[in-house]
């Protein structure tokens, strides 16, 4: 009997809610079979036998929670053996698990992100007394590297449960603010309850930390692209050809690229706890996509090194995906500036939020005809509306300028993309 247990997939992720089971008891399954699909914070992750067997348990229904550690399936894999399976949070204490650096997930080897939003860094002391805590609490300490004999537990005998390390782990948030929102009683008359999915929590927690603890100043231009436009429509039979739909992202991209290696400080995350700015020698451009489920904000790796059609393929590869809810961790991981298009839904301005822990964003209008004044007439041109939202710690307004400025000026020549 093997006992198929819902794996750590790193990110901070603990659990995750069933979407759809693609077996029953009583099934075969051969190894590599998809067994159900789980709805995280991230990513749907599918997860797949690994063993060939009859299935004896499943674990929770549909629209069930499932923690890291918790039981999926039950295989008789005929092997003789009976693994007990891992009790959950609501039952008694179970062995303390090792914890391990990375974990290999549902979607692959997945590399365990430092930079998880509202983590909690404290010094690790080592303890001589046993500490009663559930396995996903110490799962979640060990992700946090949160010393578990320093916090108060609220369960029977004083165990510590996952809800304890939450309230700990936004203490740091708290303490940024001193606006307490007030509490949201419900509507006296007739009103529709809407269950946020993990997605939008996610988004909202991720929102909440980067207004709370960043001091975001925006900077606005509109700049001239009748060469922009002239010039894509003249290459996007070259790139059809080649099999890329070559959009006006991947131009803004590529310029934005070009900045980036000249404004090295627009390409970095800055440690409040440390005083300290990591400026990346790399450059993975993250993509906000709007998808039915919310945004959520994949990246292209290394996009410094690709050229303007690779740059197009990958981006258009990544949104598909990404509106699949095909995207992996690793995809949206370790992103270093990012890019996000309200001009897709016909705005022209907008004020966006940086994605913390980055330092900047760039926010990209519908362009439009609008009357401008060139050489002292008025003439009708294809105007692009830009916004530059930057990390005012770290950022100052006159550098935030220049930055755009610069893709301002690239764009204008759309040319000069190609010979940088």
Do not use: C
């Given at each position: 009997?093997?006992?198929?247990?819902?794996?750590?997939?790193?990110?901070?992720?603990?659990?995750?809610?069933?979407?759809?089971?693609?077996?029953?008891?009583?099934?075969?399954?051969?190894?590599?079979?998809?067994?159900?699909?789980?709805?995280?914070?991230?990513?749907?992750?599918?997860?797949?036998?690994?063993?060939?067997?009859?299935?004896?348990?499943?674990?929770?229904?549909?629209?069930?929670?499932?923690?890291?550690?918790?039981?999926?399936?039950?295989?008789?894999?005929?092997?003789?053996?009976?693994?007990?399976?891992?009790?959950?949070?609501?039952?008694?204490?179970?062995?303390?698990?090792?914890?391990?650096?990375?974990?290999?997930?549902?979607?692959?080897?997945?590399?365990?992100?430092?930079?998880?939003?509202?983590?909690?860094?404290?010094?690790?002391?080592?303890?001589?007394?046993?500490?009663?805590?559930?396995?996903?609490?110490?799962?979640?300490?060990?992700?946090?590297?949160?010393?578990?004999?320093?916090?108060?537990?609220?369960?029977?005998?004083?165990?510590?449960?996952?809800?304890?390390?939450?309230?700990?782990?936004?203490?740091?948030?708290?303490?940024?603010?001193?606006?307490?929102?007030?509490?949201?009683?419900?509507?006296?008359?007739?009103?529709?309850?809407?269950?946020?999915?993990?997605?939008?929590?996610?988004?909202?927690?991720?929102?909440?930390?980067?207004?709370?603890?960043?001091?975001?100043?925006?900077?606005?231009?509109?700049?001239?692209?009748?060469?922009?436009?002239?010039?894509?429509?003249?290459?996007?039979?070259?790139?059809?050809?080649?099999?890329?739909?070559?959009?006006?992202?991947?131009?803004?991209?590529?310029?934005?690229?070009?900045?980036?290696?000249?404004?090295?400080?627009?390409?970095?995350?800055?440690?409040?706890?440390?005083?300290?700015?990591?400026?990346?020698?790399?450059?993975?451009?993250?993509?906000?996509?709007?998808?039915?489920?919310?945004?959520?904000?994949?990246?292209?790796?290394?996009?410094?090194?690709?050229?303007?059609?690779?740059?197009?393929?990958?981006?258009?590869?990544?949104?598909?995906?990404?509106?699949?809810?095909?995207?992996?961790?690793?995809?949206?991981?370790?992103?270093?500036?990012?890019?996000?298009?309200?001009?897709?839904?016909?705005?022209?301005?907008?004020?966006?939020?940086?994605?913390?822990?980055?330092?900047?964003?760039?926010?990209?209008?519908?362009?439009?005809?609008?009357?401008?004044?060139?050489?002292?007439?008025?003439?009708?041109?294809?105007?692009?509306?830009?916004?530059?939202?930057?990390?005012?710690?770290?950022?100052?307004?006159?550098?935030?300028?220049?930055?755009?400025?610069?893709?301002?000026?690239?764009?204008?020549?759309?040319t000069t993309l190609m010979l940088e």
């Open positions: 009997m093997f006992t198929f247990k819902f794996p750590d997939i790193g990110e901070g992720i603990h659990e995750g809610t069933i979407l759809k089971w693609h077996v029953k008891v009583g099934d075969k399954v051969a190894e590599g079979d998809l067994l159900v699909v789980v709805e995280t914070d991230k990513v749907n992750a599918e997860l797949t036998s690994p063993e060939a067997g009859t299935i004896k348990e499943l674990g929770p229904k549909e629209g069930g929670i499932i923690h890291v550690g918790d039981t999926v399936a039950l295989i008789d894999n005929a092997s003789g053996e009976n693994e007990a399976p891992e009790k959950t949070e609501s039952t008694k204490e179970t062995k303390e698990e090792k914890p391990k650096e990375s974990g290999a997930g549902v979607v692959g080897e997945i590399m365990v992100s430092d930079e998880i939003i509202g983590s909690y860094q404290a010094e690790v002391k080592p303890t001589s007394t046993r500490v009663l805590a559930s396995p996903v609490a110490r799962k979640m300490a060990s992700d946090r590297s949160i010393d578990l004999s320093q916090v108060s537990g609220t369960g029977e005998q004083g165990r510590i449960l996952k809800s304890d390390l939450e309230n700990l782990t936004r203490k740091p948030v708290a303490q940024a603010s001193s606006f307490i929102a007030p509490e949201v009683k419900k509507p006296n008359g007739e009103f529709e309850v809407i269950k946020i999915s993990r997605l939008r929590k996610a988004i909202s927690n991720a929102m909440t930390t980067s207004k709370t603890l960043v001091p975001h100043t925006v900077l606005m231009d509109e700049i001239i692209v009748d060469d922009l436009v002239d010039f894509r429509t003249k290459a996007k039979a070259y790139a059809a050809d080649r099999g890329v739909k070559l959009t006006y992202l991947t131009f803004i991209s590529k310029a934005v690229i070009i900045a980036l290696k000249e404004f090295p400080i627009f390409n970095a995350s800055f440690n409040h706890d440390t005083d300290e700015v990591y400026i990346k020698k790399y450059i993975n451009l993250g993509i906000a996509v709007d998808t039915k489920d919310g945004l959520i904000v994949p990246n292209v790796k290394n996009a410094d090194q690709l050229t303007m059609l690779e740059l197009a393929r990958t981006i258009d590869d990544l949104a598909t995906r990404t509106n699949a809810r095909k995207i992996t961790l690793e995809e949206q991981q370790n992103g270093t500036f990012t890019i996000t298009n309200f001009g897709s839904v016909g705005i022209s301005h907008g004020t966006p939020v940086i994605y913390y822990p980055e330092l900047a964003i760039l926010g990209i209008g519908k362009i439009s005809l609008k009357p401008v004044v060139k050489n002292g007439k008025i003439e009708i041109a294809s105007v692009l509306p830009l916004s530059l939202a930057v990390d005012h710690r770290i950022i100052d307004g006159a550098e935030g300028g220049r930055f755009l400025l610069r893709i301002k000026q690239l764009l204008e020549n759309p």
